[in-house]
């Protein structure tokens, strides 16, 4: 089976955001996000593959056998926006999503170009509530 190309790396993550973001007001966001997901979390950050900074972990597996380890919350700095990974699918991110602002959303994520953007408030109970779905549905890092 194929090795899961997101796993977290040794790379400092200040290291990756001084090199990787070119745009001063993204550089600035990216280290308030890496602040608050931190408090949020209770997690210190972490690189997974590239460009991925993520807090925590847990441990997936799906039906087809596919494993693997993902964090629990995280976000990348990409040029064109922010992809947030904050998101699980319960009731209420459902209705978290009217109150966030400006974003769009992919299939795993959403993508907000500053955080200016959005509401950081409705922001952490999304994040809090993704937590707690995952402490209820997945191994974590948080129960070791």
């Not at 991925?52 to 972990?57: Q, T």
């Not at 056998?65 to 926006?81: L, N, T, V, W, Y």
């Not at 319960?90 to 959303?105: A, Q, R, V, W």
């Not at 955080?115 to 779905?133: G, P, V």
Request: charged share 25%; aromatic share 12%; glycine share 6%.
């Amino acid at each position: 089976m194929a090795k899961n190309k997101t796993a977290e790396t040794e790379v400092r993550v200040i290291d990756f955001v001084n090199s990787y973001v070119e745009n001063e007001q993204k550089k600035a966001d990216s280290f308030q996000l890496i602040e608050l997901m931190t408090k949020w979390s209770g997690f210190e950050p972490k690189m997974w593959g590239p460009t991925i900074i993520g807090f925590g972990s847990y441990h997936y597996k799906y039906a087809s056998g596919h494993e693997g380890d993902a964090p629990m919350i995280g976000f990348s700095p990409r040029k064109a926006a922010f992809s947030l990974y904050v998101y699980s699918p319960t009731e209420e991110n459902k209705y978290l999503l009217d109150e966030l602002g400006k974003f769009k959303m992919g299939k795993a994520c959403i993508y907000v170009k500053k955080l200016s953007d959005i509401d950081i408030t409705t922001l952490e109970k999304m994040c809090n509530d993704s937590i707690a779905y995952l402490n209820e549905h997945h191994e974590c890092a948080c129960r070791n």
